[in-house]
């Protein structure tokens, strides 16, 4: 029964290798249907992923609204800029949710016995969550800016997970989908 396992788990790793293989073949092949970026472009691209980094979304807006007449400029400042503006969402909704606990706990506490003069417990429960959400999201926006910097720098379209076939649709109409 173990050698007949592996038989079928090594035929059926073949076979999805050789999917694989297909699909990454026939990725290439579309993209290079896109026009190949000029030097410029690819810093520009590259300059709006990293900026991202320190300047939030003001640096992908800027190169943005510059760059207006490069397709592959446009198609990074704006995956770039969707991020932010989900990053920011996201977090000022947490923020704004952590705030929320506090008041309410102490609007709670203030209604009955008074006890201590100490900080609510909501936020000695929520404030380490908060925090880990704020390092972990800071976390994902510096490796989403150097790594899709580095790779638009060598002049990929390539794709921000979700984002990227939004943004390609909208810059690029009939284009095929980043990697």
């Not at 059926?12 to 694989?20: A, I, M, N, P, V």
């Not at 290439?28 to 709006?48: G, K």
């Amino acid at each position: 029964m173990g050698s007949a396992s592996i038989g079928v788990d090594v035929e059926f790793k073949l076979t999805w290798s050789k999917t694989l293989e297909d699909a990454a073949v026939a990725d290439q092949t579309e993209v290079a249907s896109l026009p190949e970026p000029t030097q410029d472009e690819r810093s520009m691209a590259f300059l709006a992923h990293l900026l991202q980094v320190f300047a939030g979304f003001i640096a992908p807006l800027v190169i943005f609204c510059i760059k207006q007449d490069s397709r592959f400029v446009k198609f990074h400042a704006l995956q770039s800029l969707i991020w932010q503006l989900c990053y920011m969402a996201l977090f000022f909704g947490g923020f704004f949710l952590f705030f929320i606990s506090i008041f309410a706990t102490v609007l709670h506490s203030a209604s009955g016995p008074h006890t201590s003069n100490g900080p609510p417990p909501v936020f000695f429960f929520f404030f380490p969550f908060f925090w880990l959400f704020a390092m972990l999201g800071w976390v994902a926006n510096v490796v989403l800016g150097v790594m899709y910097g580095i790779k638009a720098n060598r002049g990929e379209w390539a794709g921000y997970p979700i984002i990227g076939k939004w943004c390609l649709a909208k810059i690029a109409p009939g284009a095929p989908s980043p990697s």
